[in-house]
């Protein structure tokens, strides 16, 4: 992963898992292990049952042969104050409400107006954060690349603000985004420094900033309000050694120049329904940055059969793999309504496929 990464050509094309619901760890792990324990969100489960979960991802990681591990910060799993049977507020104050299947989604942001930021003080970052790092190289050694997920400058500063009122700040306050902005982006050079510390491979930078017709904001507000802050964690990364993933959602085109200007080393997930057509994505970029994802996780991989996926794979194989820079993985998370069987499916035809030593 870390060849293709660099945009080498490994032995054969890696494939990886950037995100997982605990749900689909169930069900995935269902098809590895007989006895396996009944779904529950994780911000409801105790610590043995979150160590039980953890080991599974785990198991699933080892018996597949999958090539990197995604380490997430101990505070994205932890309720800090349990409202009630649903809410629950984080270590930054924004108030979330449990899905049906465990997914949590923001409800309350605490800077309800701009001049809340005077008195608003951010966590610090604990040890305590990079622990999944640390068991995920105790367990994997250097067999895998281990990553590390850290929210960027948007998503950390929306879910403070609200988005909509995020979004109208960018025209009516530019001075307010920028200073929440420094905020966030102080905790994620905490965090980046501590992940270098933990010895980490990759940093995955994820700012989801579009949706499938385009970006969320304009690509001269992508520029100034958002680009200059990941930069800087993208720059400290860099300088200590690591991988640096950028990851978001939706259709990118717009500021995709950008985001190869900024230096990235792979992007993520490319997402065939916002028009992230793989080929054409290749063709654009070169060798420029490693190509990571683009296997539907909307519609293929929850209804599609397992024929099926493995033409997908075959087809993101031939559009993608060619002089390396590709890491095979779907088109977003692993989510509840993925079939196991076809992500099974998945894995097996990379590997069957993926072969460099067989195009040769």
């Given amino acids: 992963m870390l060849q293709a990464l660099d945009v080498h050509q490994p032995d054969r094309v890696p494939v990886w898992i950037h995100a997982v619901n605990e749900i689909a760890v169930l069900n995935i792990a269902r098809l590895l292990r007989p006895e396996v ?39 994205e799993l932890a309720a800090v104050d349990n409202l009630d049977d649903v809410h629950f507020r984080d270590q930054w104050g924004t108030v979330w409400a449990r899905g049906p ?12 107006d ?37 929210r960027g400058t948007f998503v950390r500063s929306w879910r403070l603000r609200g988005m909509q ?34 010895g980490a491979d990759v940093l995955i930078v994820e700012d989801d900033i579009a949706g499938n017709d385009r970006t969320l904001m304009s690509p001269r507000h992508f520029q100034e309000f958002i680009a200059p802050y990941n930069q800087r964690c993208l720059d400290y990364a860099h300088r200590h050694g690591l991988r ?20 990235y080393d792979g992007l993520n997930p490319l997402e065939p329904q916002a028009g992230m057509h793989l080929k054409r994505v290749k063709d654009y970029c070169g060798g420029r940055i490693c190509l990571l994802g683009n296997i539907d996780c909307g519609d293929l991989l929850c209804s599609g059969s397992e024929e099926e996926v493995e033409a997908a794979v075959m087809q993101a194989i031939a559009d993608a793999a060619p002089g390396g820079g590709y890491v095979l993985c779907s088109s977003n998370s692993i989510h509840p309504g993925v079939r196991a069987e076809n992500f099974s499916a998945m894995v097996r035809a990379a590997k069957a496929h993926g072969s460099y030593a067989k195009e040769a």
């Fill in 165 to 198: 009122a995020l979004l109208m700040d960018m025209v009516d306050r530019p001075d307010f985004v920028h200073r929440l902005a420094e905020v966030v982006t102080g905790y994620n050079l905490e965090l980046c420094q501590s992940l270098v510390e933990a």
């Fill in 101 to 112: 299947h465990g997914m949590a989604y923001v409800v309350e942001s605490p800077l309800k």
């Fill in 114 to 150: 701009p001049r809340d930021l005077d008195s608003y003080r951010r966590p610090g970052v604990g040890p305590a954060e990079m622990f999944m790092v640390q068991l995920a190289r105790e367990r994997f050694g250097q067999d895998k690349a281990i990553c590390f997920l850290m």
């Fill in 37 to 75: 324990p009944e779904p529950k969100a994780v911000n409801l489960m105790s610590q043995d049952e979150m160590f039980a979960l953890l080991d599974l991802l785990f198991v699933i990681h080892e018996d597949l042969e999958i090539d990197g591990f995604t380490a997430l910060p101990l505070s």
């Fill in 244 to 263: 640096v993933v950028r990851h978001s959602d939706g259709n990118l085109w717009s500021v995709l120049d950008t985001l190869l200007a900024m230096g």
